[in-house]
């Protein structure tokens, strides 16, 4: 049966040299091979006022406002009350997953099943003021209603910029350190592809989590996850093979899974299943290629981009054995306050802070993969889960004489001598380069869009007999 990958090991090691010399080699491996600078992107813009606009005071006046929750919008999306107003809202839930809205993120209904309603009363209005759903990223999707108080000044109607863009620094959104060094005792995911598991039909059970995890040393956010893998388990098989997946979700909010490598009923298999259900989904394989799974529930960038996503090999008949065999996804990060989710704002504008292979900045830099002896041939799968940026997959210092993209051979070894540089994907694509090296020593492998290789997209491959400055490898 097919099984996840065992959870993240240290790279077997590599040859040191003596002396402690990481961070300076790390920084001469970025600049000089890279040619690239490490900076940090900061976000700027003012948080959310949550408090000020309630008064306890004796009411001037009262109102009653019917508010509908849909997938993912609120309706009216602003309200004009008078000041002194207590306010009463009638909310439905007319959406196909659960919804609230609270004021300024604290009064207001419980959480309301799909066709399920609420009366509350949210208190004395005396200032302009917002009420939202607080499901992680539906507010910046645009669930959120505006309170205009008559005579104030007005917050203008599905403005997001006042509370989703928070300050940088250690009240605001986590900033990436580049030439930050992991902990002693971090462990790197591992990226070795096991070959496809015997048998036509691989069981395999995902539970769906939310889990504070690290992303770059020293930086932590909130990822949602298959199995508490970002990526999540690399599943392999061949074709015509059936895969059944229980789906569990453990988690705290609604999750889904849609495969790319299916051939199934979107608002079935892919249905979104609240905390404390479960899911079969089971398809056969029906075509080869590297393919791409996530979580499709709506804002379906947000889960995406707070880790729920990982590839699935389907390897094509006549693949050919090979000495190493490994995989790489590509995805960004963008970068939420420290131990929180990442920004949906900044995903909406395709503003990442980290583009990096396997889920953690600059990983393979700081444990370089070995790739054995000179002459042994190399396969490596990329899948690029995104969910916005492309890749150019390249290493520095061989050339790749077989590239597999889409389910297709654009390249293989042949009396013409063709060679390939780059493996360029678009996000939900995937493929495979092999390749061999001709002398010992190191070959960084990069995304050869140099601003994302400066920005944690960058690793080590090394020789048998390579040597690697101490504390460059685990």
């Known amino acids: 049966m097919s099984q996840p990958n065992p959870p993240p090991v240290a790279m077997q090691p590599l040859k040191p040299t003596t002396g402690r010399r990481r961070d300076g080699w790390l920084t001469i491996s ?17 948080a959310a006022r949550a408090d000020g606009n309630v008064d306890s005071s004796v009411a001037t ?11 993912l919008f609120v309706e009216p999306a602003s309200i004009d009350v008078a000041a002194g107003t207590e306010l009463t809202v009638e909310v439905t839930n007319n959406g196909a ?26 208190g004395v209005i005396t200032e302009t003021s917002e009420a939202w759903c607080t499901v992680a990223g539906h507010r910046a999707a645009g669930m959120n209603m505006v309170i205009n108080v008559t005579g104030d000044v007005a917050v203008a109607s599905g403005d997001q910029g006042t509370y989703a863009a928070a300050p940088a620094g250690a009240d605001g959104n986590a900033v990436i350190d580049f030439n ?28 769906m989590t939310e889990k504070v995890m690290e992303i770059a040393p020293g930086v932590t956010q909130e990822l949602w996850t298959f199995n508490d893998m970002v990526p999540g388990p690399t599943l392999r098989g061949k074709v015509g093979d059936i895969f059944t997946i229980t789906l569990v979700n453990d988690g705290t909010m609604g999750h889904s899974l849609d495969f790319h490598a299916s051939k199934v009923a979107w608002d079935d298999e892919m249905r979104t299943i609240q905390p404390g259900e479960s899911l079969i989904y089971q398809f056969e394989a029906k075509y080869a ?28 008949p006549d693949l050919a054995p090979v000495d190493h065999e490994f995989l790489f996804v590509q995805h ?23 583009v990096v292979f396997n889920g ?21 799968w990329v899948v690029n889960s995104g969910p916005s940026e492309n890749s150019s997959w390249h290493v520095v210092g061989t050339i790749f004489d077989t590239v597999f993209k889409e389910g297709a ?47 944690g997209a960058m690793g080590i491959f090394a020789t048998t007999n390579a040597v690697v400055p101490e504390g460059a490898a685990h």
């Open 180 to 207: 930050a060094a992991p902990a002693a005792d971090w462990t790197p995911y591992d990226p070795v592809l096991a070959p496809a598991p015997g048998g036509t039909e691989h069981k395999v059970t995902f539970s």
């Open 360 to 380: 953690y900045v600059n990983q393979y830099a700081h444990a370089p993969v070995g790739i054995g002896a000179i002459g042994d041939r190399v396969r490596v």
């Open 30 to 46: 970025f600049t000089v091979l890279c040619s690239a600078v490490f900076f940090a992107v900061l976000a700027a813009g003012l």
């Open 97 to 122: 997953m659960p919804h609230n809205l609270k004021l300024n993120g604290e009064i207001g209904t419980k959480l309301l099943d799909p066709g399920e309603s609420e009366i509350v009363t949210l």
């Open 61 to 71: 006046s009262a109102q009653t406002v019917q508010v509908t929750l849909g997938d």
């Open 332 to 354: 960004e990060f963008y970068t939420g306050p420290q131990g929180q989710p990442g920004d949906l704002t900044k995903m909406l504008n395709d503003d990442w802070d980290a």
């Open 289 to 316: 290629g590297a393919f791409l799974y996530h979580c499709g529930t709506a804002p379906t960038l947000h889960h995406i981009g707070n880790g729920m996503h990982g590839a699935l090999i389907v390897d094509p």
């Open 409 to 455: 051979y654009n390249l293989r070894p042949d009396e013409t001598r063709g060679g390939s540089q780059a493996l360029d994907l678009q996000p939900a694509q995937g493929g495979f380069v092999e390749f061999t090296v001709d002398e010992e020593g190191l070959y960084p492998f990069i995304t050869h869009k140099f601003s994302n290789a400066s920005k």
